[in-house]
């Protein structure tokens, strides 16, 4: 049950776009569907950004949008808002029955 | 609205045990398969345990695997971890989460506040 791998920090200007990448392998990513991408504001419980790969829960900005191609998922987020500042994890369901998180990303909109 | 709310965190001997609680409201607790995440102090979050809407299907991290134990209690609405053996690498804000679905593979959609536990 290795995590998947996210990088340790991206940055963008307020109205840029960036995207967040998240590895792993044929037996999460890349064999399921079920990938979901999770933002935590220091200090707050995590809240569901994006689940099944690409769909958004009601309440969530379409300016969040997910993908998948392999054993690779992504998180990209447009528009940059200052308020976007916060750690995001994924996370994917595996073949033992069992879910993982990435390191987790830290945002900083400079 | 849905709330979940965690309690039975606190400070235990490496060895000892402990159990923790979540108590649900705001929608039909027994539609839906629930987890725990924990969280170490300043680090990432590790997804622990999963519980089926009926019981019948639990899972669990390796790093878990065999200390710890999931429960449901439906008529309650509540959902459990029973810690055993307790290490200091449990350390932790332990999160309940709700599942999207009735079974495991649903992501988790609501979490509540979560209850620290420290083992020293």
């Known amino acids: 049950q290795s995590a998947l791998t996210q990088p340790a920090s991206v940055s963008g200007s307020p109205g840029q776009s960036i995207t967040i990448s998240c590895t792993g392998a044929s037996s999460d990513i890349g064999g399921y569907t079920f990938v979901s991408w999770y933002q935590q504001l220091p200090g707050k419980a995590p809240k569901l950004m994006i689940y099944d790969v690409g769909k958004r829960p009601s309440g969530v900005s379409d300016r969040f949008s997910g993908s998948k191609s392999g054993n690779t998922a992504s998180l990209t987020i447009s528009g940059l808002q200052a308020e976007d500042e916060a750690d995001y994890y994924c996370s994917s369901f595996t073949s033992s029955v069992t879910w993982v998180f990435g390191g987790g990303t830290k945002l900083t909109v400079l | 609205e849905v709330q979940l709310v965690e309690s039975g965190g606190g400070l235990a001997q490496p060895g000892r045990s402990l159990r923790l609680s979540c108590a649900a409201s705001g929608f039909t607790f027994d539609d839906y398969a629930m987890h725990w995440v924990r969280q170490a102090p300043g680090k990432g979050l590790e997804w622990i345990s999963g519980?089926?809407?009926?019981?019948?299907?639990?899972s669990y991290a390796d790093s878990v695997k065999g200390r710890f134990i999931i429960s449901r209690d439906n008529a309650k609405n509540s959902l459990y971890l029973q810690m055993n053996s307790l290490r200091a690498e449990d350390t932790a804000l332990y999160y309940c989460?709700?599942?999207?679905?009735?079974?495991?593979?649903?992501?988790?959609?609501?979490w509540g506040k979560g209850t620290t536990v420290t083992v020293s």
């Open positions: 519980i089926s809407w009926n019981s019948a299907i639990t």
């Open positions: 989460a709700k599942g999207g679905g009735n079974w495991i593979y649903f992501y988790m959609d609501v």
